[in-house]
């Protein structure tokens, strides 16, 4: 069965302490793995998309890397601006759009 | 206005009421979604329209019953609901075809009394 699973689940960091989340994936057919922020009240924002191992995006302090069975979210010097639940989620097929998500990893950073 | 909108914003309905939600996509996409979000649960997918038409229904009960008129808008409606119903209900938009992402709304939060 297809699933996403990340860890931690929740996580506390100081402003400036980085860290890495992990989404570990078990799916067939990989067509890429993708990043989304979600802050309170709002729909999800998307981050980046990964295709191959090796991959690796980065976007102000975020940096996402892929591996055939997990990404890693690496988050430098965190603000705490960066607070917000980080989703990630597999696409299965190139047409059929299907993805499936993970329950995500709240973010607090603390000033 | 521009991305993914949706209304209303937020919504209390008791379980004999009849109500809509609204979904309407500015990003020239031809795949819309509704997902549910519920605490601590991840995303699950309602129901996939490509092209206006219905592509995937994930068991979904018939208590909620989506309508897709054209590639930018698309309803979810709503009767006899029960508590457990009571969830973020997120829209989304992609292209199909490449390697378009899912672009959301910011969701309607709903309360089933």
């Known amino acids: 069965e297809d699933q996403v699973t990340q860890s931690p689940e929740a996580l506390r960091l100081q402003e400036g302490e980085s860290s890495s989340l992990n989404c570990s994936y078990t799916v067939s057919g990989l067509r890429g793995l993708f990043w989304y922020r979600q802050d309170p009240g709002k729909g999800p924002e998307f981050l980046f998309t990964l295709y191959s191992a090796g991959e690796e995006k980065e976007k102000e302090r975020l940096k996402a890397t892929l591996t055939k069975k997990e990404s890693f979210l690496h988050i430098t010097a965190p603000k705490p601006e960066d607070s917000a639940t980080y989703l990630c989620?597999?696409?299965?097929?190139?047409?059929?759009?299907?993805?499936?998500f993970g329950p995500g990893t709240r973010l607090s950073v603390l000033p | 206005e521009t991305g993914v909108t949706q209304t209303p914003r937020h919504l209390v309905m008791g379980m004999t009421n009849k109500k809509s939600l609204k979904c309407e996509q500015h990003l020239g996409h031809n795949a819309m979604y509704w997902y549910k979000q519920s605490a601590k649960k991840p995303l699950e997918l309602m129901f996939v329209?490509?092209?206006?038409?219905?592509?995937e229904n994930n068991s979904v009960p018939s208590r909620f019953s989506p309508e897709c008129p054209n590639s930018s808008h698309l309803f979810l409606h709503l009767h006899t609901l029960q508590p457990e119903d009571s969830a973020l209900y997120l829209c989304a938009s992609s292209q199909v075809g490449n390697d378009s992402p899912l672009h959301f709304g910011n969701g309607t939060r709903l309360t089933v009394t």
């Open positions: 329209y490509n092209f206006k038409e219905q592509t």
């Open positions: 989620a597999v696409r299965r097929d190139n047409y059929g759009q299907n993805f499936v």
